[in-house]
């Protein structure tokens, strides 16, 4: 039988194959509307979430659930970014730490002060010195961390390095890499490290 | 910081002693925002949007009674429990807001520009589309959210909003998934939303543009979301973007079923 696609059945047609959009396809498109997303902010901040790096990508692509073969690839190649501090010192003042790790200062579109130091925000997803009530919980609980772990040197490096790529050791945490990425400095993150692992700390106590 | 601030102030009118246990401040917030329910200050915006609703305007001076904001020109009851959907005269899935600006523009022949300037108050300076999408709002209080993901770019809108909100990206490697992915988290004292638990997204969706308290002004849904952004170490999101869209209509998926509650009132 000759059939003939009138111009309404053609155009449900063409509308149905737009429902069928193959998840690459959903992805482009995403990326395509993204990058049109930030026309009037600071170019270089759009320049920099616009493009994503490998383990970004990766994470975004597997939903942070990555299979054990990928989650082995990223914390590999993370683990290949970690730089401990030249002077070997991995902890610095737990005073200075619990400044930083109150502070949520840093890189939003309304930070204006370059000089001023970036702050951690830990307090905002973590539980750390048990004087501060206002913590989140979007990751564990810190307090009594050195306590209960002590403060040998293996432990210290364990913690510098979750602080400096916290994918490093778990494939698409949810914690930002604060010295793969520049947010905090080598100096910082050894003052949080000695805020959960100094027996003076708050902390530990 | 803004929120350390705010919690002070919250902590402060609610705490009468020191070191309270965490349920009993969280009990404490509770009955702060149920006394500021009792009289939401976000009425006054949505008398203002009714007034601005109906008050001829423009370079054509008419007022926005006849805006067609998807249920035909002039009904505005219920209209917002259907926001985000496709409209094909624009061609566009659209949004309150951006809705909202179709109308100043085709009905009361403001400039696109003109129409989109002033999004988010500020101290000392009112914002038209805060008090007109309260009353928007408002007008579907009490209805059951029923966004349509049917048409081709409502369902378009819809994958892309998925995607976006799986996207890590910046300093910060956040994505929206990074703090609305699991129940029962917060930021601080501030309790976060799964928006993909329908249980979750149905009371949250429903309940902007809110009054919000740390800032002493309606906010919209928009303005959430580029606060979010900002939060993310992302770059100032473009007002009524596709992107924007697309993460509500991905958000209203879950939330479809729930009561509209609009205005709300929030931290």
Redesign the interface.
């Known amino acids: 039988m000759k059939t003939i696609l009138s111009p309404a059945v053609a155009a449900v047609l063409i509308?149905?194959c737009?429902?069928q959009?193959s998840d690459d396809e959903?992805?482009q498109?995403?990326?395509r509307?993204?990058r049109?997303?930030?026309?009037?902010?600071?170019r270089q901040?759009?320049a920099?979430?616009?493009q994503?790096d490998e383990?970004?990508a990766l994470?975004?692509l597997y939903?942070?659930d990555p299979p054990r073969e990928i989650a082995a690839k990223i914390e590999q190649t993370q683990a290949a970014t970690l730089r401990y501090p030249t002077s070997g010192k991995l902890m610095g003042d737990w005073r200075q730490g619990e400044k930083i790790a109150?502070?949520?200062?840093g890189?939003?579109?309304?930070d204006p002060d370059p000089k001023r130091p970036n702050g951690g925000n830990c307090?905002?997803?973590h539980q750390i010195a048990p004087q501060e009530?206002?913590?989140?919980?979007?990751g564990p609980s810190l307090y009594r961390f050195g306590k209960l772990r002590g403060n040998a040197e293996a432990i210290q490096k364990y913690v510098y390095g979750k602080i400096y790529n916290s994918e490093a050791s778990l494939a698409c945490s949810?914690m930002?890499?604060f010295g793969h990425?520049?947010?905090l400095t080598e100096e910082q993150i050894t003052h949080l490290v000695a805020l959960l692992l100094d027996p003076d700390s708050p902390v530990n106590k | 910081m803004r929120i350390e601030r705010v919690l002070a102030g919250l902590l402060a009118v609610i705490l009468p002693c020191a070191a309270p246990a965490q349920q009993d401040t969280q009990k404490g917030i509770e009955r702060y925002r149920q006394l500021l329910a009792e009289g939401n200050p976000a009425d006054l915006w949505e008398a203002r949007g009714e007034q601005l609703w109906k008050t001829p305007r423009g370079p054509k001076n008419v007022s926005l009674e006849q805006c067609d904001l998807g249920l035909g020109p002039g009904v505005v009851k219920g209209a917002a429990a259907r926001l985000p959907r496709y409209f094909p005269d624009t061609d566009r899935v659209q949004d309150i807001e951006s809705r909202l600006a179709t109308c100043m523009v085709t009905l009361q022949g403001f400039k696109p520009e003109e129409a989109l300037r002033n999004p988010f108050s500020a101290p000392g300076r009112h914002s038209d589309m805060e008090a007109l999408a309260s009353f928007v709002a408002a007008e579907s209080k009490g209805m059951k959210l029923d966004v349509p993901i049917r048409h081709p770019k409502e369902i378009e809108a819809f994958r892309i909003g998925e995607q976006l909100f799986y996207r890590r990206a910046g300093p910060y490697d956040f994505a929206c998934v990074s703090c609305h992915g699991e129940n029962g988290k917060r930021i601080r004292l501030q309790e976060l939303p799964r928006l993909t638990d329908p249980g979750d997204a149905q009371k949250i969706f429903t309940s902007w543009p809110a009054y919000r308290v740390s800032q002493g002004t309606v906010r919209t849904m928009q303005h959430r979301l580029y606060d979010c952004y900002w939060q993310m170490r992302h770059p100032q999101m473009d007002y009524t973007s596709e992107a924007s869209i697309a993460l509500m209509v991905y958000m209203a998926k879950y939330a479809n079923g729930g009561t509209i509650n609009a205005p709300g009132l929030k931290r």
């Open positions: 509308a149905g737009a429902t959009l959903a992805r498109r995403a990326e509307v993204f049109e997303t930030f026309t009037h902010g600071n901040m759009a920099r979430v616009d994503q383990a970004q994470c975004s939903r942070n109150q502070d949520g200062y890189m939003r579109f309304t307090y905002n997803c009530i206002s913590f989140g919980t979007v949810n930002p890499r990425n520049g947010v």
